[in-house]
């Protein structure tokens, strides 16, 4: 019954990755910036829950979509009149800059709010209910629900809206694009934004789950790098799949060889590269 | 391919950024703070605590004779920031309360303590390289020890180089003292006894536990805990039916935890750190895994452990350097842990962890020696560390020939009711411990 419950856990902490992992890959994929400041976006939007919850006592799951705003907002500043001006250099540069907003934003976080362990907790946070000898916590399980939702949207709004439309022309030949009459700079800040947006969700979700600071996030840029790796850069469906298999090895590998954990995810993941490059439903780009 | 958004680029250059996102990642705490180091070089409680030099100058500036200096460089930010604070105010509380009294009494003539702290930003490398900073440049007269084993280890060396005198508060693995240098002290009690005192309680209740599982992160003075807890709990006949390392600073533990559950142990004992503690009660609790009790080394003893679980805190057992509830009587300043304990939440607003209180006592026997040794020269004052004695508010001070204050008992903490209290040893506490713990579903 252990295997069930291994298996149960696995899937339920790949569905959180996942979502980490979604925001991450559709900024690499259209914007080709490997976004580090993509944590710091995780730790701002657990903040901004906790403080939504602790002050004005409103609850995580209702406050979700204000927090996606407030990120999908300074996601969107960021890109539109900082990231866009270094658009035409080489990654290296982006990649810096995004770093040295995580570098900002945790000091800045660590400053303001203090390196003080807080959590938003309802009441049910931490609770779960079992299902005979399986326990499924309240919070995860609805942290599931949030990231399919919110792959399905993102699924929908890329394939059958005009804007979701023009993000994937920008993302597959900016030049053709632009001749087309698309505003690359706004597109480009509308997807970093949604990004934001993405990366918040997950934030409120998992200051949920467990205590939090400033400086515990950087992990989750490494997380969801390997997801988007394992699943395929430029897919939905691979985001997703990627987690829930990086959720089981974690799971497994803690059960098996607890120790050596990260070995073996990182070993699994130079095995993709070596024998599937674009990851498990990524596609080579035009290229 | 339906789902699909083309990345309009190859992978060409996937491999390098993987490898520097794992650099990044990796080299995070080292590297992203080294530019900022200097200018964030901080008597930086200057502009934001009261209590600074200033203000405790104001009372009686005119009547030093001199200044002594004493540097540290502490986890101001990075994975122990917190912890670093903690021992940073320790250090504050030791200097204002000293020199409002007079400072330093060297041969009759008084001396003003001043410190300087550099940000290490939980890296021990730059710990290292700050210790060197401030014994070769800011040409500080002593070092106090930095927050952490690992950084103390790597100050430890510099320290020794330089034939400069460190006590330290913070740093409790024997390695430190097993490299036979002649500079470094610790105040702590060493690591084989942090759980100790959990499971001599434990074998006293009723019921009495069979079995105990042990989980540690994977530092050497996680595992150095941990295998003396190990060791000890066999020999006191109970079985140990699990046992597992994992990667330090691991926040999902929900695997090793399924499993432990599964072996249905009496004791969880941990020996890891504060966001470790946190995660392996939460997760315990999402998995109905209901053990008699938990113990561990690290994370109650924190005011965080209670404010992050809140209720599911109570009947959590922490092994302890120091608490208020001691009943010593210091020949310090500070006399007993109760005064210190009124005085440090006057000053700071907050009650102090044993990591405050550590480093405080560190400064404590600093004074101590220095006026024992009459001189501030760092040879004799070395030898005055060693020849050390004496009771203070925190317990016995006196250093083993490897600069370890090893006679020094650790005691037992757990929350009651949203109260840390003192339950071992028997002749200080405060109340009888609270055991077994009921089920999660009963609570």
């Known amino acids: 019954m252990d295997f069930v419950q291994h298996i149960l856990n696995g899937l339920l902490q790949g569905c959180i990755l996942a979502l980490i992992g979604l925001g991450f890959s559709l900024v690499w994929g259209i914007l080709n910036i490997i976004n580090l400041a993509h944590a710091a976006f995780i730790m701002l939007a657990a903040y901004v829950t906790y403080f939504l919850w602790s002050l004005a006592g409103i609850d995580p799951f209702i406050s979700l979509p204000l927090t996606m705003a407030v990120l999908f907002?300074?996601?969107?500043?960021?890109?539109?009149?900082?990231?866009?001006?270094?658009?035409?250099?080489?990654?290296?540069?982006?990649?810096?800059?995004?770093?040295?907003?995580?570098?900002?934003?945790?000091?800045?976080?660590?400053?303001?709010?203090?390196?003080?362990?807080?959590?938003?907790?309802?009441?049910?946070?931490?609770?779960?209910?079992?299902?005979?000898?399986?326990?499924?916590?309240?919070?995860?399980?609805?942290?599931v629900v949030v990231a399919l939702l919110l792959t399905y949207l993102l699924y929908l709004f890329l394939d059958h809206t005009r804007t979701g439309s023009s993000i994937r022309a920008v993302g597959q030949d900016r030049v053709a694009a632009r001749l087309m009459g698309i505003?690359?700079?706004?597109?480009?800040?509308?997807?970093?934004?949604?990004?934001?947006?993405?990366?918040?969700?997950?934030?409120t979700l998992l200051s949920t789950t467990s205590g939090f600071a400033p400086n515990g996030f950087s992990a989750f840029n490494v997380l969801a790098f390997s997801v988007v790796v394992l699943g395929g850069l430029g897919s939905i469906p691979g985001a997703l799949l990627g987690g829930l298999v990086f959720g089981l090895v974690y799971e497994f590998g803690g059960t098996y060889v607890l120790s050596q954990r990260d070995v073996v995810i990182f070993a699994i993941l130079i095995l993709v590269l070596v024998l599937r490059p674009t990851g498990l439903l990524g596609r080579e780009g035009y290229r | 391919m339906r789902g699909m958004y083309y990345p309009g680029h190859g992978f060409r250059w996937l491999p390098s950024?993987?490898?520097?996102?794992?650099?990044?990642?990796?080299?995070?705490?080292?590297?992203?703070?080294?530019?900022?180091?200097?200018?964030a070089a901080t008597t930086a409680p200057a502009a934001a605590?009261?209590?600074?030099?200033?203000?405790?100058?104001?009372?009686?500036?005119?009547?030093?004779?001199?200044?002594?200096?004493?540097?540290?460089?502490?986890?101001?930010?990075?994975?122990?920031?917190?912890?670093?604070?903690?021992?940073?105010?320790?250090?504050?509380?030791?200097?204002?309360?000293?020199?409002?009294?007079?400072?330093?009494?060297?041969?009759?003539?008084?001396y003003k303590i001043e410190t300087k702290y550099y940000d290490d930003a939980s890296n021990a490398q730059q710990s290292a390289t700050l210790a060197d900073k401030l014994i070769n440049e800011d040409k500080v007269n002593f070092l106090l020890g930095p927050y952490g084993t690992a950084p103390t280890l790597q100050v430890s060396t510099v320290a020794e180089k330089n034939k400069m005198p460190m006590i330290e508060g913070n740093g409790a693995a024997e390695s430190i003292f097993s490299q036979g240098y002649k500079y470094t002290f610790g105040v702590l009690s060493p690591a084989q006894n942090y759980l100790r005192g959990?499971?001599?309680?434990?074998?006293?209740?009723?019921?009495?536990?069979?079995?105990?599982?042990?989980?540690?992160?994977?530092?050497?003075?996680?595992?150095?805990?941990?295998?003396?807890?190990?060791?000890?709990?066999?020999?006191?006949?109970?079985?140990?039916?699990?046992?597992?390392?994992?990667?330090?600073?691991?926040?999902d533990l929900r695997a090793p935890l399924t499993e432990a559950k599964g072996k249905n142990p009496d004791l969880l004992l941990n020996s890891g750190h504060l966001q470790e503690s946190l995660a392996i009660v939460q997760q315990a609790k999402e998995l109905g895994f209901s053990p008699k009790g938990f113990g561990f080394s690290v994370g109650p003893g924190t005011p965080d452990f209670q404010t992050t679980l809140q209720n599911d805190a109570n009947y959590v057992l922490g092994g302890v350097q120091w608490t208020p509830a001691l009943k010593y009587h210091g020949d310090d300043l500070f006399q007993t842990p109760e005064a210190y304990n009124t005085l440090y939440k006057q000053t700071f607003g907050y009650e102090p962890a044993y990591q405050s209180a550590d480093a405080t006592a560190v400064g404590v026997a600093f004074v101590k020696a220095i006026e024992a040794a009459g001189t501030t020269d760092q040879a004799k004052v070395r030898d005055a560390i060693a020849a050390l004695n004496f009771m203070a508010f925190y317990g016995q001070i006196k250093f083993d020939e490897r600069g370890?204050?090893?006679?020094?008992?650790?005691?037992?903490?757990?929350?009651?009711?949203?109260?840390?209290?003192?339950?071992w040893p028997t002749d200080v506490a405060e109340v009888k411990a609270l055991w077994p713990m009921p089920a999660w579903s009963a609570r």
Not at chain 1, 107 to 133: E, H, V, W
Not at chain 1, 183 to 203: K, N, P, Q
Not at chain 2, 203 to 224: G, M, Y
Not at chain 2, 404 to 423: F, L, Y
């Open chain 1, 183 to 203: 505003d690359i700079g706004r597109t480009y800040a509308l997807t970093f934004g949604i990004g934001a947006a993405l990366a918040a969700a997950s934030g």
């Open chain 1, 73 to 143: 907002g300074l996601g969107y500043i960021l890109q539109r009149y900082v990231i866009n001006l270094v658009m035409g250099a080489t990654i290296l540069t982006t990649f810096l800059l995004t770093f040295g907003f995580e570098s900002l934003l945790v000091n800045l976080a660590l400053r303001l709010f203090s390196a003080d362990t807080r959590q938003t907790k309802p009441i049910y946070a931490n609770a779960s209910f079992s299902i005979g000898p399986l326990y499924v916590p309240y919070t995860q399980l609805g942290a």
């Open chain 2, 198 to 251: 959990v499971i001599d309680l434990v074998l006293t209740l009723d019921p009495k536990p069979a079995s105990v599982a042990v989980l540690t992160a994977d530092d050497p003075f996680s595992v150095e805990v941990a295998d003396a807890a190990q060791k000890y709990a066999e020999q006191k006949g109970l079985q140990v039916v699990y046992s597992q390392k994992y990667p330090n600073a691991s926040t």
């Open chain 2, 404 to 423: 370890i204050n090893a006679t020094k008992p650790m005691a037992v903490e757990q929350w009651q009711n949203g109260r840390r209290v003192t339950v």
């Open chain 2, 17 to 39: 950024a993987l490898a520097a996102v794992m650099l990044a990642a990796c080299g995070a705490p080292a590297s992203a703070p080294a530019p900022t180091a200097a200018p």
């Open chain 2, 49 to 110: 605590k009261p209590t600074t030099a200033p203000t405790a100058a104001g009372a009686s500036s005119g009547t030093f004779d001199g200044t002594l200096l004493f540097g540290a460089p502490i986890s101001l930010t990075g994975s122990t920031a917190k912890e670093g604070a903690l021992t940073r105010d320790g250090y504050d509380l030791w200097r204002d309360t000293y020199n409002k009294a007079g400072g330093i009494n060297v041969g009759g003539k008084h």
